[in-house]
């Protein structure tokens, strides 16, 4: 089946530190692989999508980061993290049949 | 281009009474249409889609949604409330042969006993 691993499950970092939270994806060869952000009241945003190894695209400007440096495993990251950056963490892979399948998710607090 | 539209960032209703979630969408070709939902500190789960089959779509937990053209529609109904659907709901769209979906802000459920 189909699963994804993301960690940590909670975060909480100072302003200006450094940010990597980690994916990787059981189940699916060569798939599309996301990460989302949500912050309160505010749904879903699509942070990052990679293709392949070593595709990254991204959907808004921030100072965060994405990379793919294997098949099924997709990195985000920050070199100094902004209060703005808080918000809850989705990792996402293209399953069967059109759908997504996601990740637990992280919660991240920047204090 | 294509985007979501979810009435109503809160939805209350009583525990056995139905359940209505409503999805209205912008594609400019024929859409792939999806619920999910979340429970507290989860990630998302699929409910249900609609990718041009039968427009009324059975998903599971006994949610169902029927895709109308006319109204650009995809509402999510459940004829009766648990406690257990308490959550939040994420409709989203696909289309134009890029497979990247576009979410709506989400609706939270809450059910009273």
């Known amino acids: 089946s189909q699963t994804i691993h993301q960690w940590p499950a909670t975060l909480v970092q100072p302003v200006g530190s450094p940010l990597s939270l980690e994916c990787t994806v059981e189940g699916t060869s060569n798939p599309n692989l996301y990460w989302y952000r949500q912050a309160a009241g505010r749904g879903l945003q699509l942070l990052f999508y990679?293709?392949?190894?070593?595709?990254i695209s991204s959907e808004v400007p921030q100072n965060l980061s994405a990379s793919r440096p294997q098949d099924r495993q997709f990195i985000l990251s920050s070199k100094k993290l902004l209060l703005s950056d808080s918000g809850f963490y989705l990792c996402?892979?293209?399953?069967?049949?059109?759908?997504?399948?996601f990740g637990s998710g992280t919660q991240l607090s920047v204090l | 281009a294509q985007s979501v539209t979810q009435l109503g960032s809160h939805v209350s209703v009583s525990e056995g009474a139905l359940v209505l979630l409503r999805c209205n969408y912008s594609?400019?070709?024929?859409?792939?249409l999806f619920w999910y939902v979340q429970y507290p500190n989860q990630g998302l789960q699929l409910l249900l889609k609609y990718t041009s089959a039968a427009t009324l779509v059975k998903g599971i937990n006994g949610f169902e949604a029927e895709f109308k053209k006319s109204e650009t529609s995809f509402h999510l109904t459940k004829p009766s409330a648990h406690m257990s659907d308490a959550a939040e709901y994420f409709c989203?769209?696909?289309?134009?042969?890029?497979?990247?979906?576009?979410f709506g802000r989400g609706t939270s459920l809450i059910v009273h006993p």
């Open positions: 989203a769209v696909s289309s134009g042969g890029s497979y990247i979906p576009t």
């Open positions: 594609s400019s070709v024929p859409p792939y």
């Open positions: 996402a892979a293209d399953g069967t049949n059109e759908k997504l399948f």
């Open positions: 990679s293709v392949g190894i070593g595709q």
